[in-house]
């Protein structure tokens, strides 16, 4: 065998093996971050209501908040309800409309605070959601770094037995 072709069998079968080893691992970080979202929203203990969301979410009704989409899903019903409870101004108008009337304006207060509370809480949401997706992405990265690595090391012994 040449040193061209010995040179690439061994390179082939170095990182085909190295990505083996590696995309397991990798996919399994994933599904182990996967779990540690799940257990920290069943330690918030939400759940969608029984009745009266929209047509859109009415699937959730009654469900755990467990996964990315339906921490995601509860996010747009804390949304929602905020809107709903302050007229549909965000946080930033109000806190506008509470400076031009001097700062002492207790239903103005009332309406920011619940604002301030409601985009944090739906923040959190849109948080776990988020990581949820990049779990999925690094579960999906395991598994193609894993398949790669077959696919090199396959071609490491293919060119190595070919004459």
Request: charged residues 15%.
């Amino acid at each position: 065998m040449s040193v061209v072709r010995t040179t690439a069998v061994v390179l082939l079968g170095a990182a085909g093996a190295a990505m083996m080893a590696a995309g397991p691992i990798m996919a399994a970080r994933g599904v182990k971050a996967r779990a540690e979202i799940k257990t920290e929203l069943r330690g918030q203990a939400i759940s969608f209501p029984g009745k009266g969301l929209p047509n859109d979410l009415a699937a959730y009704q009654g469900q755990a908040v467990l996964t990315g989409s339906q921490a995601r899903a509860f996010a747009q019903v804390i949304g929602n309800n905020v809107l709903m409870a302050t007229g549909g101004r965000s946080y930033g108008e109000i806190s506008a409309e509470l400076h031009a009337a001097g700062g002492d304006d207790e239903k103005l207060e009332g309406l920011r605070q619940t604002a301030f509370t409601g985009q944090m809480l739906r923040a959190s949401l849109l948080n776990a959601y988020q990581a949820w997706q990049l779990t999925t992405l690094v579960i999906g990265l395991g598994a193609l770094l894993t398949m790669t690595g077959v696919a090199l090391l396959a071609a490491s012994i293919t060119l190595a037995l070919a004459t």
